[in-house]
């Protein structure tokens, strides 16, 4: 259509949510596309978050008949969604998992999301992308691992999922230099702190990149700046999938499958070739026929669904005979500082998601520890807020003091490029679930350049918030980010699948999440996972239709 924006051509989502006020078009749920099971569909795809969401709606605009199958509900922000801490549990995976290690990661509100949209639902929107050197570290620094791909194939989509997101922020000087579709937003108290100390020290930060609507964008509103991302956006001004990817995967005739766990990838041992999912929905067992299946449930997710679906073939599991599944998960150092002033800065009348620096980013010679890390600002709600204070050791009387002087607190948090190293990895346990499937176990120890990263972080944004003016600083140890599991590697002995996502075991078999990264920079992931989905799905169009990538 002549003079049609860009983006909407070829993503229409944000044009498809409706311009009354309320937040989900029931009508194109209702009139969704629905496959039965006995369909032999073209692709089914397990999970329906970040990685999942982009590849479903890629192919779907591709003719393809494709459904994604989600183990959580179909969110409706209106009904589902409450502007309020404790009210917000339901978002997260909460499963049981096993944690083990030398230094376990606590699983549930901090790791992973529950429902179409993924994890994004609750994420905090900033949306940087990895540095070239990210893709190389095995080759520059000696550590981590190289991708099979390089930074350059990956930014043709880095860029066509900023602009669908669409990402704001001030143009960014590090790693590849580039601007961002929607301009800065402004800052609020926490980000003021974070730009003053920062200046102070002759350290660069800036505004953004966030993944927050800056300006009306299609039918979605402007952000309203009371700092509830963390909560699902009630307003529709962040981007998850659910509302960037999802409405126009429906409009061009895919299905989603919400409330369907999946439990097995079935495998036709004769032909070595995936055929479908079993699933359970509703407490009914099931089983889609696909010619193709993708994984994208997670960095824990999928490494224990392959590992649930062992057969006669691969009796450790599917993709498995290299012993591979699971190793190299990932978490980032994220120490958290809080700074008090005298002044109010009232942290939570803003996005989280502010301001951050990325001058450490790189391996710094000066430095004992190859690698670096990021610093963002993150402004806990009150809740949080508490768990920070008691993780110090507060309690009763003194909890209370902090907490009656929370509007007086800013609080940054680092990102620390932790290694990817194969003893942290997914395997099954003994408990089983309630669809009596064993639960994951996450073995996590850090190594000394980890700890080592961690503790220079802690430095820096100490130094910062003293600088900005703070009278007192704490800092509480804590990780973000799971990613790994199911590597990209340029051979089966190093990883499940190679440069296109497709697994070295089965021909047809695909995964599209956070499990494919070999390495996770000090960047939040998900603008890297919708990427790398892009990516895959473009190779899978083009081989489809006779080409190749
Ligand atoms: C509190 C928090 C804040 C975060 N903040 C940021 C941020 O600011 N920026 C950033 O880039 N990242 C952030 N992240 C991380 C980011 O959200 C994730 O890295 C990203 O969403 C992962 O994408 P994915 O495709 O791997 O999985 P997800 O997006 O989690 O999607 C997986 C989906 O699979 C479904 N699923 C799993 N197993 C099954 C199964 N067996 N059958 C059917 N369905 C299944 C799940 O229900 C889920 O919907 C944050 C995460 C958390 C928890
Ligand atoms: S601060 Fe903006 S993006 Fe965050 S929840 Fe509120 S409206 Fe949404």
Redesign the pocket.
């Given at each position: 259509m002549p003079g049609q924006n860009p983006v909407r051509a070829r993503n229409e989502s944000a044009w498809l949510l409706p311009n009354d006020g309320t937040r989900t078009n029931h009508r194109l749920r209702r009139d969704m596309r629905q496959f039965a099971d006995e369909d032999e569909i073209d692709l089914v795809i397990?999970?329906?978050?970040?990685?999942?969401?982009v590849l479903l709606q890629r192919l779907a605009r591709d003719s393809w008949k494709v459904a994604a199958?989600?183990?959580?509900p179909f969110w409706d922000p209106d009904a589902d969604w409450v502007s309020d801490e404790a009210g917000s549990h339901h978002l997260?995976?909460t499963d049981p998992r096993v944690i083990t290690g030398t230094d376990p990661v606590p699983m549930g509100?901090?790791?992973?999301?529950?429902?179409?949209?993924?994890?994004?639902?609750?994420?905090?929107?900033?949306?940087?992308r990895f540095h070239p050197s990210d893709f190389m570290t095995r080759t520059l620094d000696g550590v981590g691992a190289d991708w099979p791909i390089s930074y350059p194939e990956l930014r043709p989509y880095y860029q066509a999922i900023e602009e669908e997101l669409p990402v704001a922020g001030e143009r960014w000087p590090w790693g590849d230099p580039h601007g961002y579709p929607h301009r800065p937003h402004p800052v609020g108290g926490n980000g003021e702190v974070f730009l003053r100390g920062a200046a102070r020290l002759g350290i660069t930060a800036k505004a953004g990149p966030?993944?927050i609507a800056n300006g009306r964008f299609g039918n979605r509103p402007h952000c309203i700046y009371r700092g509830f991302?963390?909560q699902g956006c009630k307003v529709n001004a962040k981007a998850s999938?659910l509302i960037t990817h999802v409405p126009d995967a429906l409009a061009h005739g895919a299905e989603v499958r919400p409330d369907?766990?999946?439990?097995r990838i079935a495998v036709d041992e004769r032909t070595g070739r995936a055929t479908g999912v079993h699933?359970v929905s509703h407490g009914r067992e099931r089983f889609q026929k696909a010619r193709m299946v993708a994984v994208?449930?997670?960095?824990i997710?999928?490494p224990?669904?392959l590992l649930n679906s062992a057969c006669g073939r691969f009796p450790d599991g599917l993709c498995n005979d290299f012993d591979q599944v699971g190793r190299y998960l990932m978490v980032q150092g994220a120490p958290q500082t809080a700074g008090r002033f005298d002044a109010e800065v009232r942290m939570y009348k803003a996005p989280p998601?502010e301001v951050s620096t990325e001058q450490f980013y790189e391996t710094d010679p000066a430095r004992d520890a190859k690698r670096g890390f990021s610093i963002q600002t993150v402004s806990p709600l009150p809740i949080t807020w508490a768990e920070h204070i008691a993780a110090q050791g507060h309690w009763g009387r003194a909890l209370r003091e902090y907490m009656s002087d929370y509007v007086h607190w800013s609080c940054l948090g680092a990102l620390c490029e932790f290694l990817p190293l194969p003893e942290n990895r997914v395997t099954l346990a003994e408990e089983k679930d309630r669809y009596g499937l064993p639960v994951a176990r996450i073995s996590y120890s850090q190594c000394d350049n980890d700890r080592a990263l961690a503790r220079a972080a802690q430095s820096v944004m100490e130094d910062i918030l003293h600088a900005a003016g703070a009278d007192q600083v704490i800092t509480i140890q804590r990780y973000?980010?799971?990613?790994g599991g199911a590597r990209m590697a340029a051979d089966e002995r190093h990883g499940v699948v190679d440069r296109h996502g497709r697994s070295f075991a089965l021909p047809n078999l695909y995964i599209?999440?956070?499990?494919v990264l070999p390495t996770q920079g000090s960047?939040?992931?998900?603008?890297?996972?919708?990427a790398v989905?892009a990516r895959t799905a473009d190779h899978l169009a083009a081989r489809a239709s006779g080409g190749t990538t």
């Open positions: 397990v999970g329906c978050g970040a990685g999942g969401s199958l989600d183990a959580g997260y995976w509100s901090n790791n992973s999301g529950r429902g179409v949209g993924g994890s994004m639902v609750h994420y905090a929107g900033y949306t940087p966030v993944a991302c963390l999938p369907a766990m999946v439990t699933y994208a449930g997670y960095s997710e999928t224990r669904l998601p973000a980010h799971l990613v599209t999440d956070g499990s960047a939040n992931p998900a603008l890297t996972i919708m989905a």
